[in-house]
């Protein structure tokens, strides 16, 4: 569902009150409201309960008001009510849109970041103690093996968190390996290998 058009029922209300203000009039509104309300209960309760808690509080006092056969001051509580509800709407709406963004991106990390610690721990494998390259000194290749099993670590818990519904926290854990990676490549003279292994060949 879209969430914006949940608000559509409720502000129709007011095209529904007549001149009197009977308990028809007054019970049109709260079968609205409630009914607005229920539908974007369950996405509002965890994206944006503040705004939820407002709307509620408003709603219950128009019932009380109902019950008071207080019918005018329910209808009176109508344009509060609307505008509460509409700021929950659009609150819920960003939170949705921030997800799907989130998602988005985790997606693409867990496409990325599993082929960059292949390619970091195949050159860690290919390092020797003895014989290393210009610019690494055995004591980073040693740093980097540690560095590089606790990242492997770190990329478990975001898969554990994916999985459990928590793209949020595997975005965010993702992102740490993500960083981690482009640190050891630095620190293992990988983008010096990459850059003279596509260095164009000199004139003969």
Known sequence: MKIHQAVLPLLAATAIISGCESR??????????????????????VSA????????????H???NFNEREYKAVKQELPQLNAQFKTLVEAVSAKQSENAAIIQEWSTLNNEVPKT??????????LKPDA?????????LATAKKELEAAKVTWD??????????????????????SKMEELKDSLEMKEQVASNTAPAQAQ
Request: proline share 6%; charged share 30%.
């Open 24 to 45: 028809g009039s007054a019970q049109v509104i709260i079968g609205q409201a409630d009914a607005s309300v229920e539908k974007v209960r369950p996405d509002a309760s």
């Open 49 to 60: 309960p503040e705004q939820l808690k407002a709307v509620d509080a408003t709603l219950a």
């Open 62 to 64: 128009m019932k009380q």
């Open 117 to 126: 610690v292949e390619e970091v721990q195949a050159r860690v494998d290919s």
């Open 132 to 140: 290393l390259p210009k610019g690494v000194t055995p004591d980073e």
């Open 157 to 178: 818990e975001a898969t554990k968190a994916a999985n459990q519904g928590n793209p949020g926290e595997a975005r965010d854990k993702a992102r740490l390996v993500q």
